[in-house]
């Protein structure tokens, strides 16, 4: 196995790993000018605590193994639970809202399929302290600039409400195995499964109304939604949800974000601590969820004092397999386009001149290997270096690749645009 990596992990490297971490860096830069403070969790914690409240599914993914003194440890599966940790445990007693951005690695023990391996990349926020709508709002808002900033032209941001389905399972007072059933179907959008339920189990007729009517609870005209759903309400709790719905979306529409949401109360699906609003970052090109997100008040108290939350995390691999998608683009392992290869005779005011490219942005490469100019030429066809700059008296000679693969020398100013 020497020389082997682990299947389900990948190298990066050249234009693959410039682009990830290119991605990231937009990213966190977003999240800090919207405020939000960086947060580093370590990459491995006790297996208990990323355990708090993870679903049954998320907890069989995780990678778990002994430390010398035969305590559990786990590698972390995603960086809510980790985050909710700390605030919980160190920075309970501070001001509220926390606001906080990260990047990283997380691991779970998964089938590798488009967009992620088993150690995969997140980046995301998280807020915690604030109850108010208008949080859910901003986390909203911030998803899609995110998804701006990463350069998709077409999303939509699928959001539901847990709590408008966790009423309706309170008010259909089903077994267990109904509940899973009924879950399982809505889950899956499987009519056949949901019709089979419908049959198999006894509920009165306005029950059966408000069961039938959830496949049709989605779609962009959000108020017919909610309008629709109010008339299935069978209790309180469906009806507050549905009243918080609405407070979010009146908020969301002041950052004008309106037209990237769909409203889906059949969004169900979490990882076992959303307690109000959950969503969803799709892409039509993709075929699978990029991000998601949602409410989750009872996370921290696990480790804490109670504090209401709201966040969302965005697979950073799937980001970048969706931008390529929609521009028609496949990955690409070459390495990164340098803007010159240069030979400086070792001058000191050639070197002077290289740095202060360099603190322009410019991607410079010294030749260090002793090639001369005719040398330097070739090696910079074949490796689709378009410039090369060579040191020659007191100032540097340009010489730039033509169209039939030669390089032409420019006695005139320097310039590094295409």
Do not use: C
Request: no cysteine.
């Amino acid at each position: 196995m020497q020389g082997q990596i682990p299947f389900g992990v990948a190298d990066y490297f050249w234009e693959e790993a410039l682009q990830r971490q290119e991605l990231t860096a937009n990213l966190l830069a977003t999240f800090r000018r919207w405020g939000y403070g960086d947060v580093i969790p370590p990459a491995f914690e006790y297996a208990d605590s990323l355990s708090a409240q993870a679903s049954a599914g998320l907890q069989a993914e995780m990678y778990r193994f002994l430390d010398r003194d035969g305590k559990t440890l786990a590698l972390r599966p995603e960086f809510t639970t980790p985050v909710a940790r700390l605030v919980g445990t160190r920075l309970h007693d501070w001001p509220m809202p926390q606001r906080f951005g990260y990047a990283g690695s997380v691991f779970r023990y998964v089938d590798p399929q488009a967009g992620r391996q088993r150690e995969f990349w997140q980046a995301g926020v998280e807020m915690f302290g604030a109850a108010a709508p208008d949080a859910d709002a901003e986390v909203l808002a911030l998803t899609v600039e995110a998804m701006t900033v990463a350069g998709l032209r077409d999303f939509r941001i699928v959001l539901g409400q847990i709590r408008y389905f966790s009423g309706l399972l309170a008010a259909l007072q089903l077994t267990p195995d109904q509940s899973d059933a009924l879950r399982w179907a809505i889950e899956r959008k499987s009519e056949p499964a949901l019709a089979d339920f419908l049959r198999e189990t006894p509920l009165s007729s306005e029950q059966r109304l408000a069961v039938e009517a959830l496949p049709g609870l989605s779609g962009g005209d959000i108020p017919r939604v909610i309008a629709q759903a109010q008339r299935h309400s069978l209790n309180s709790e469906m009806s507050q949800a549905l009243e918080n719905l609405r407070a979010i979306v009146d908020a969301a529409a002041s950052h004008d974000i309106l037209g990237s949401i769909v409203l889906d109360l059949t969004e169900i699906r979490s990882l076992g601590y959303y307690t109000g609003i959950s969503f969803e970052a799709l892409a039509p090109e993709s075929g699978f969820s990029i991000g998601s997100g949602g409410r989750y008040d009872d996370l921290v108290a696990h480790f804490g004092p109670a504090q209401p939350a709201v966040g969302v995390a965005l697979g950073v691999d799937r980001l970048l397999l969706a931008r390529q998608r929609q521009a028609g683009q496949s990955a690409s392992i070459q390495p990164a386009r340098l803007d010159a290869l240069v030979l400086t005779g070792n001058s000191p005011a050639a070197m002077k001149e290289v740095q202060s490219w360099r603190a322009q942005g410019y991607r410079l490469q010294v030749e260090v290997n002793g090639r001369n100019l005719s040398e330097a030429l070739a090696y910079a066809a074949q490796t689709d270096v378009g410039q090369v700059l060579a040191w020659e008296g007191t100032q540097f000679v340009a010489y730039r690749a033509a169209a039939d693969g030669d390089f032409v020398p420019s006695r005139g100013e320097i310039s590094f645009d295409d």
